[in-house]
């Protein structure tokens, strides 16, 4: 019933920004969980940036502070995920999940039920 779908990876020179977008759909209640994850090549998932849809301020990993931002559209139903001064290392695939609440496991992959199927984002050096 849930449905997250990824959009706007590509291929960027290192220094370079894009724009991911996580469509939501399926979740009527008021308050849910929304987090982006990236999993670099032969590596495990690693949580990036999480919303908490009602108000909630954003949530973001140590690694990527000051360079990524997260933030939700209500009109076309995504959290965003903006992606400034990019490097090698920010190459993965980008996924984004749902869960009830952004809670001390907000970043535990496992904890998720819901996920979108990714997109690549392939930083150059």
């Known amino acids: 019933q849930v449905q997250l779908v990824e959009s706007g990876g590509g291929s960027v020179q290192a220094g370079g920004s894009m724009r991911l977008s996580c469509t939501v759909s399926g979740r009527t209640y008021r308050r849910y969980c929304v987090t982006w994850f990236r999993q670099p090549p032969g590596k495990g998932r690693e949580a990036v940036a999480a919303?908490?849809?009602?108000?909630?301020?954003?949530y973001l990993a140590d690694s990527v502070k000051g360079r990524f931002t997260v933030s939700e559209d209500n009109a076309r139903n995504t959290v965003d995920l903006q992606l400034d001064s990019l490097k090698p290392e920010d190459t993965a695939i980008y996924s984004c999940a749902s869960k009830t609440y952004c809670d001390i496991a907000w970043d535990v992959p496992l904890k998720y039920a819901y996920w979108g199927q990714g997109t690549q984002v392939t930083v150059s050096a």
């Open positions: 919303l908490f849809h009602g108000g909630e301020g954003p």
